[in-house]
Every structure is written in C-alpha cells, then in structure tokens.
C-alpha cells in the first residue's frame, strides 16, 4: 500500500514540477530580451515588447485594489466582530458560495451589468467593477477566518480596560494583520491571473495607447497570452510564453512571501 | 462623546458593506436570469437540441443538448482521475511521508495552483498539443488534453484540502483503532471516514470548478461541437462556446439571449453543487461527532 | 463598595448563579472562594459586565456599585476604566512594554507623549515589574516570562487609574516564585484600591485575604472577614472545603 502510494506520489510531483518548470523555463529567456519590459508589441506582437500589457495590469491591480481592499475588509470586520452569530454564518456561506461561481459567469454579469446597463462599455472600469464583484468574497472568505482566530482573551482583555467596539476592533485587526495581508496577497493575486472576466467586459487584444481614462479598454497580461497563443502564428509565440513565464514567477513570489509569513506567525 | 459617533458610523459602515455583498449575488442571478428570458420563451425546449448554429441567418438553431453532455462527460471523466489521484497522494502525505517530502511536495502543489489558469492553457496547446501530434492524435486541442490540463488545475486543491482534512482527524481516534490491532488498511479507511465531511466537501468542489472553467476549455479542447466518441476528438463544453461567443455577440439578439440562458445554466449548476456540498457535509458531520 | 442584590445569572437556561446577596468592602482585598464551577468567574465578571460579551447570557437582580446600578449605567467603557480586571492566563497584547500600558491610556484619550510615559513607568513601578523592564520598553511584551507577563497586565489594569482591581485567578499559571512576589504585590496595593480575587487554592485566600466570600454550587454559602470565617465556619459545606474534603 504504501509503496504504490509512495510512487503515485512521486508521479504527481514530477508532473506538477515538470509543469511548472516547463512553463517557466519556456518563456524565461524572453524576459532577458532588451526592451521586453519596455517596448510596446509591434508586428502582430511578433516583435517587440509587453510594455502595455505590464501597465494595463498593474492599473488593473491597482483599481481592483482599491475597490475590493476597503469593502472587503469592512465586510469582514462585519462578519467577524459585529453581527450576530446566526447572520454572521448566513453571509459567510453567502460569501463561500460567491467564491465558487465560475469566473466566466462573473464576466458575462460584469458585461449585462457594467458595460452594457451601465453604459461604461468595455473598458478598465467596467474590468476593475468585474474583477472587484469577483474579489470581495474570496478575500472575505480568506480574511474572516483569520480574525475569528483571533483568542477571546485578547478582546476580553481590551474590553476590560475600557475599549469600545471600534478601539477593540482595531485591536483584533493588529493581532490578526498576517493573516489580512496573506489574505489580500492572495486576493489580488488571483484577481492578476483572471482572464475570463476581463476577456469581455474591459480588455482588447490591440490599442495603440495607453488607457488614458477609466473608458479607455486595456490591454493586460492573461488576455494576451489568449490572443497570441489561439489567433496568432508561431512567430509571436515567444511573447506568450515569455508573458506566461512571468506570470508565473509572480505568482510563485506572492506564495512564497505568504509561506514566509505563514511561518513566521506559528513561531 | 466623540468616540460614540466614530463608533456608531463604524458600525453602519461595516453593516452597509455587508448588505452590499449579500445583495451582489442575488443581483447576479437576477441581471443573468433576466437576460436569458427571451431564449427561453422563444425557442424553449430547442435549446436542448444538439445542433448549434446560431447564426445561420434563414433558421439559426440553438441547441445547446451537444455541449452540455460534452461539459458533463468532460467534468466527470476528469473529476474521477482527480479524486482518487488526489486522495492517494493526500494519504501519502498524511501516513507515509516524512516532513521533509511532505514539505516539498505540498510546496510545489501550492506554486502550480498559483499558475493562471490561461497559462495552463498556454502550456496544453503548445506543449501538451505537440505531444499529442506526435503521437498521432489528429487534433492537438482535443478531450484528453483539456482533462489533463484539468486535472493539473484542480488536483493541488483536491491534494491539500484532503490532507487537511485527514490531519483534521483527532490523534484518539487512529491510536484506538491501532491499539485495537486493526491494520494498515482498516486505520486508514477509520480516518476517512471521519474526514469524510470536508474530502466530500472537496470532490464537489472540485467538480464545480472543472464544469465551470473556460480559458483551459477554450483553449484546449478543440472547438468542434460534436458528441465525444473517443478520448482525442476535439470538444466544445458549454463554457468554451460561452466565453468565446459572448464578446462577438450582439446585445439583444436572441443569440445573446441563448448565451445568457448557458450562463445561467451554469450558475445554477453550481449553486445546486454548492448546496448539495452543504447539506451532505452537515449531514456526515453531524453522523460522525454526534 | 459593590453591593449585589438577589442576582441570578443564566447561560442560555442554566443557572449558574442563585440569589447571590453581598456586599463587598471598599479597599482590601476579597477573596471569592469555592470549588470549581461554583460560579465564582461568573460572579467576578458579573462586576465589570464582561459577561455582556457572552452570547445567551442573562441575569436578574442589581449589582450596585458605589450606589449606581450597573445595568443602567450610560458609559460603560468609563465604568470598566474604573473597575478593570486581570485574568487567569495572561494577556499581553502584539505590541511593545511600553505601548501595552499605554494602551488603557491612549484609549481614553490621553495622547500627549511626556505624560504617558510618566504614567508608564508609574503603573510599572506600583506592579513591580520597573527594575526589570525599564531598559527593555520597547520589546515585545510576549517575550516577558509568565509571572512578569502577568505583571505587566496588572500594571496595564493600574495605568488607568481605576478604582477596582478584579483578577480571576491571577496566579494559578504560574510557578511558585512568581506566585509569591503577586501576592506580596496585591497586598500592597490593597491599601489603595479595592481588590476582589476569585481563587481555588485556600491557601492563597488565608495568606492575602480580608474578607472573603464562598460558594458553592451557584449559592453564596457564606461571607465575612477571614480570620472569623476559618476558625468558626457556620455551615457544613464551608467546613468541608476548608478541611479540603471538596474542592
């Protein structure tokens, strides 16, 4: 028994590695190519660089983050310290069963709701509502836990010199601030590797500049990934997979830093 | 006396919040099931046929019957390989590994389950999709590339979550059965059954996810929307048809009607899922601590 | 200082506490003594309406302090200034010595540097804990041994000036040394401030107390001054526990 699980184990973990690092390796010499980091794409991104792509995500990121960060945070403080413990349960399931929608529907509601309701069109707003909708439950889901972790003898203790709600609160926030910030590691870094949703409601294969407003569409990482890899010829490839490999080196960053303080809060 | 105002705006802000976020997922349903109406009410019982041409211009079909047993057969074939696969390395880990292995293998299962799911894809079309040409296949985006791609996507999931759920069980529970002389096999098939709960829980969850993702179906399985009929013919799972046709469609059309009605299809199936997963584990939980 | 009038306490339908009648002294310190799941933590959380907290709980009856019904008080967290408590395992917030005791301050409003140092080093020093500290204000408090952890709480409590000092247990997670230098310490702030301590351990409660207060089983069995109660118990319950056949 132990044997056959030993090497199906072992199987698995050399598939897992080699895509992993087949990934990686497959597009990491791109990224030493000058100008890939700063030169825009040209000649059907057969040449070239992902400067607009890098932006278009970074002020994706920085949108979803300022919308998703403070609601959801609220939201969880909600759950966690103020409502009463039936409701509370209610709208954590609620959240847990937000998490589980499918990106793709999230996308399609962001399309009926923002873009075409709303009029905003396909642009960075109606991408960064969509992405947002997405990312409020899955940080709240991730966030409460570790407030609700938080030992009763912590609050019992500011209570009993006097706190009120909010300075209690806050006291619980700083005990559980690791956790917060795994959680909004994780939060965003999901949000950065989403495709479906921002393929229909905010992100174009080409624009010749920069979103200059929250109208303008954008061009992002794993939206061009899609482009080049189903509609473009082999002489483009070299810029998915070098996008590709550096999509995973993030997202192998933002991990290891949420293992780092993982670590760190059980000593 | 400042500090009551403070406190009380804090209360309702945190409060609204809350609200909003329940509000979203009933809005959700609503704006998707709303825009779906028209679908339903003009070609009905239609849409389950399998013939899908919604734009031919002199009698467009809509039936979606095709694709939706290509999304099942896919979600289940696939759902399978993940759960024992899973649960045999999750075993490994929880019984016979040592910490040093342990380590290693749940780290890097943790750095694949960070890889976007769009790369995935990248990796079945121009890695996997070689592999297959050179073995004959005569599509590179076909069925078992798309399950392949599947599995690497949710078996980190099902890996972890069953571990824990393993490691979940108390120490008590697998000494007495020990201590009873039980064997290998008996302690074990003990400390699944008490991790039943959150392993169900699990494969559910794993299930939800693959009917529900679309880049990897999109990019992967090949786009022919015929019934599968051996593991390398290219497929078109609801979503796939879903993700591609919703950004070329035109608002209002019944063709966009249609889509809404497969999202819907979608959501529905996955809130099902959701509160099937909910009720069984309440029910094997309260069967297992009393 | 608190006078308790027919309380009854309940946790969702069990009765924890039945038709306690009390009054407990101004300065010194009180002992409330009895077997576990007495109620006496209930009885001692009842004073600073911790049990507020508690999902499921409620009482009947009063509880006055200095003549004011607690229940309809209209600052509570003026209240729990005044009447603070230290608990079994203690309780070191994730920051800093300093900005531990400076947490009561701060919280009620005091923000200016030069005095909340001032206070520090004064709520230090009435806690014993200075000498050992004063070069090290800025470390984690986490990182203070147990008996100076738990120090470091009863000088965060005295930081706020309170009136009240109620401590459940203080000493029971703690080694014998540490014990001793507490209990030398309660002594001596029992000339400032009134101190109720819930304890098992009836040494303790005979080495420290004035006054002290035993129940049994949710019931006030009897109370008065301590020396008067050990040489002559009035009831039989007290005499048992005394001759430590319950406990």
Known sequence: MRWTLRILSYAVFLAMLFVLVSIVVSGLPYLFRPGFFTAW????????????????????MALVFAISIPVGLVGTIFLSEIAPRKFSLFLQSLAATMNSVP???????????FCIKLNFGTSLISASLTLSTMSIPFFMNSAVEFLRAVPKE?????????????????????????????SLMLTLGRAFSETAPILVTGAVFYSTRLPGKLTDPVMTLPTSIYAIVMNLGESSQWMAKGMASLMVLIMMFIYSVVQITRRNKRE | MMRKTVSFIFVSLTSLAAVVVAAALFAIVFFIFSESVPAIKEVGLGLFSPNWYPVWEVEPEFGIG????????????????????????????????LNKERELILRVLEYVSGIPSVVLGLFGVLILGNWFLRLGAWSAQNFLNASIVLSVLTLPFMVSLTFQSLEKVPRQLTEGAIALGAKDLAVTWIELKHAAAGIVNAMLTVFNRIFGETMIVLMVAGGANMLLKSLLDPVRPLTATLGSEIGEVAVGSLHYSVLFFIAFLVLTGCLILNVLSNMITRKLERWIKG | MFEIKNLYAFYNDHCALQNVNLKIREKGITAIMGPSGCGKSTLLRCLNRLNDLIVGFSLKGQILFRGQDIYRI????????RVTMVFQKPNPFPMSIFDNIAYGLRIHGVTKKSILREKVEQALRMAALWDEVKDKLKKPAVQLSGGQQQRLCIARALAVEPEVLLLDEPTSALDPIATTKIERLLEELAQQYTVVIVTHSMGQALRISDEVVFLYEGRLIEN????????????????QFLTGKIG
């Open chain 1, 41 to 60: 794409p040209r000649r059907a991104m057969s040449e070239g660089g992902i400067f607009p792509m890098l932006v278009g995500s970074l002020m994706l």
């Open chain 1, 103 to 113: 990106s793709i529907v999230y996308g399609v509601f962001g399309l009926a709701l």
């Open chain 1, 154 to 182: 912590l609050r019992e203790g500011v209570i009993s010199l006097g706190a009120n709600k909010l300075q209690a609160t806050l006291m619980v926030l700083r005990a559980s601030r690791n956790g917060i910030l795994t």
């Open chain 2, 66 to 97: 095709t694709m939706l047993l290509n999304s099942l057969i896919l979600s289940v074939w696939t759902s399978v390989w993940v759960w024992t696969i899973g649960l045999g390395v999750a075993i490994y880990l929880h019984k016979y590994a």
């Open chain 3, 74 to 81: 209209k600052d509570l967290t003026e209240y729990r200034r």
């Open chain 3, 224 to 239: 008065g001054e301590t020396s008067a109660i050990v040489k002559m118990p009035r009831h039989e319950v007290t005499k």
